[in-house]
């Protein structure tokens, strides 16, 4: 069974930086698009970041521009840069596999961005 734990959040002022990290087991991540969600109170939670295996990306709309994923397929890692953070960003974030999550969710990262 892979295993996910994600690292990194924390409190952070409108307009700074955090990098997240997910570190997975198991030899299927080499082999899937992964994807960081997240949820904030209430919402249901949402993909807000995809990378394929081969190193393709996609995101939503509202982290566009401000958002980079990126993976180590040697370490098992996935990445998540995140700049100019906003309010709106605040939420617990999670790594998973793309579109369908294939593996049980982890503890998840809570990312805090004051108003």
């Known amino acids: 069974q892979v295993q996910l734990v994600e690292s990194g959040g924390g409190l952070v002022q409108a307009g700074g930086s955090l990098r997240l990290s997910c570190a997975t087991t198991?030899?299927?991540?080499?082999?899937?698009?992964m994807g960081w969600y997240r949820q904030s109170p209430g919402k249901e939670r949402e993909l807000v970041a995809t990378?394929?295996?081969?190193?393709?990306?996609s995101y939503a709309d509202s982290v566009k521009g401000r958002f980079n994923i990126s993976r180590a397929n040697a370490k098992n890692r996935v990445y998540l840069q995140m700049i100019s953070l906003k309010p709106e960003d605040t939420a617990v974030y999670y790594c998973?596999?793309?579109?369908?999550?294939?593996?049980?969710w982890g503890q998840g990262n809570q990312v805090t961005v004051p108003s």
């Open positions: 998973n596999a793309a579109y369908v999550p294939l593996w049980n």
């Open positions: 198991g030899r299927p991540f080499s082999l899937r698009s």
């Open positions: 990378i394929s295996r081969g190193g393709s990306t």
